[in-house]
């Protein structure tokens, strides 16, 4: 085999030992140096950092309860000065309306009261002289129906009142 020929096995270890322990001296002297203290900062900037993810942790933690005191402080004072403005709103509206129509609606109330007492005097005119017209067995029909409506529609009271007690 002409890879260990005597003659040239020694010339090829020697050459390719050279190279290695050139190579090998080359990074010892230049590469290795430059890598170290790129590691040691790296592990300086790493320990400050993580003395300051400890204080941004603990910064974060004082914000979060400092915003929620403040929130739910500020929802509190809402809540108060939003039922405070309801309360006088309602006031107010309540105040206006009784005003309003203890002023301004007094005529207009009585002219409707008149005008339904009015409407319900001539219809119970109109029926009255409407029912000595009919003949009397349709008449007795007729108030015999209203005397079941008023039963039922009683029943149905008493049903309802007792439903809700």
């Known amino acids: 085999m002409p890879q260990l020929d005597k003659v040239t096995f020694l010339s090829q270890f020697f050459w390719l030992c050279f190279f290695y322990l050139g190579f090998y001296y ?9 890598i170290s203290r790129v590691l040691a900062l790296r592990k300086r900037k790493m320990s400050l950092s993580q003395e300051g993810i400890q204080s941004l942790h603990q910064e974060n933690y004082t914000v979060r309860n400092n915003s929620d005191d403040i929130l739910s402080k500020a929802f509190t004072l809402s809540k108060n000065l939003l039922k405070d403005f309801f309360s006088r709103a309602l006031g107010w509206v309540e105040t206006t309306a009784s005003s309003v ?6 005529t207009i109330n009585k002219s409707y009261i008149d005008f339904l007492g009015e409407t319900s005097l001539s219809q119970n005119m109109l029926l009255y002289h409407a029912s000595q ?13 209203k005397m079941k409506n008023l039963k039922s529609s009683s029943l149905l009271k008493t049903k309802d009142l007792k439903k809700v007690k």
């Open 26 to 34: 080359i990074l010892l002297k230049h590469f290795l140096p430059k």
């Open 101 to 106: 129509n203890k002023n301004h609606y007094q």
């Open 133 to 145: 017209n009919i003949p009397e067995k349709f008449a007795l029909k007729i108030l015999i129906e």
